[in-house]
């Protein structure tokens, strides 16, 4: 059974550029519908749309957003930073960050925040671990990698390792770790990764080497990921493939795997959940994003 869209149904949406490859809507209007099916609607109260929207073209879309009443909308690559000059209202946490990724509309304007911290360390929260001691090294040094930088200060972490192709990456992220989160991190450039390894206890991948289609490429090879202590972690932020080859490699090793699809559901979870200000039906949208993995 489908609720369906009438004049009364409300807009909700995500903008990047491009769009096309995103698979929120699937996930938000699944989680849409099942909230008018458990209501009993007789119509859907919220839609989930995605907008291409070019750089040069955010800042007329979004006031054009206002005047059509939408309640509020995701920003994804590249508009997570040219999106905060034109809110009333950003939180810390994506101050801190320097990227917004959920928008909403209040009586002043659109307020900001960045769910991509929550959406990280949701499956890591769920393990019990004493973060305090433990050490955590995140492969690359873009925007993702802000996001987990974060989200380790939050879990409780006092030092990262940070590894990158260049100093002056390293060095800005250094300089956010430090001055937004009070973490100690250290960088480092990829060669010195094999002497790190017996010292990690979690290793978060946020570069894109082997995402689709380079479904054959690893960050790490298997007798890297063999130096990482039997206990530890390893996090790819990749959702497709699901596993990647260096989940495979951990897997196999006997080490725990955590792949992106959970970090994806949870941080549309928690935006969902800010528009509608109640819970989202987090089962739903994890398995409308399992689907789109189905051969
Ligand atoms: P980004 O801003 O472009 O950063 C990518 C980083 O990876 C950069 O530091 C880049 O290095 C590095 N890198 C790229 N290719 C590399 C290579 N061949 N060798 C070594 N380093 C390389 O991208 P992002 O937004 O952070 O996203 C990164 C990944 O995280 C993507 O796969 C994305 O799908 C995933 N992600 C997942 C979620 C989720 O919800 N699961 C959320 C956000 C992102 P340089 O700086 O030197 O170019």
Redesign the pocket.
């Known amino acids: 059974m489908m609720v369906q869209i009438t004049g009364a149904t409300k807009l909700l949406g995500v903008m990047g550029y491009p769009i096309e490859h995103s698979l929120s809507p699937v996930m938000h209007n699944a989680a849409l519908q099942a909230l008018a099916i458990q209501n009993s609607a007789d119509y859907l109260e919220y839609v989930y749309v995605p907008w291409s929207v070019h750089p040069e073209a955010l800042s007329t879309v979004v006031s054009s957003l206002a005047k059509l009443g939408c309640s509020g909308f995701n920003v994804t690559?590249p508009h997570k930073q040219g999106i905060m000059p034109l809110l009333t209202e950003i939180t810390a946490i994506a101050q801190g960050v320097g990227a917004v990724n959920t928008v909403w509309s209040t009586a002043s304007g659109w307020a900001g925040t960045n769910t991509?911290v929550q959406?990280f360390i949701s499956p890591l929260q769920g393990l019990q671990r004493d973060w305090f001691s433990l050490t955590p090294c995140i492969l690359?040094?873009?925007?993702?990698?802000r996001a987990v930088l974060a989200g380790c200060a939050q879990l409780g972490c006092p030092h990262v390792h940070l590894i990158?192709?260049?100093p002056q990456?390293l060095q800005l992220l250094q300089k956010v770790g430090t001055l937004a989160w009070g973490l100690g991190v250290q960088t480092h450039l990829?060669q010195d990764l094999p002497a790190l390894l017996p010292q990690i206890d979690l290793l978060i991948n946020?570069?894109?080497?082997g995402?689709f289609p380079h479904t054959q490429d690893s960050?790490l090879s298997v007798a890297e990921v063999d130096l990482l202590p039997a206990t530890a972690i390893v996090y790819d932020?990749?959702?497709a493939p699901n596993p990647t080859v260096l989940l495979t490699y951990t897997q196999t090793s006997g080490r725990i795997a955590i792949n992106?699809l959970e970090?994806?559901v949870q941080?549309g979870a928690a935006a969902l959940s800010l528009w509608l200000g109640q819970p989202a039906p987090v089962a739903t949208m994890r398995q409308a994003l399992q689907a789109c993995f189905v051969d």
């Open positions: 690559i991509d959406g690359g040094s873009g925007g993702a990698a990158g192709r260049q990456k990829w946020t570069t894109p080497v995402m960050p932020l990749i959702y992106g970090m994806l941080q």
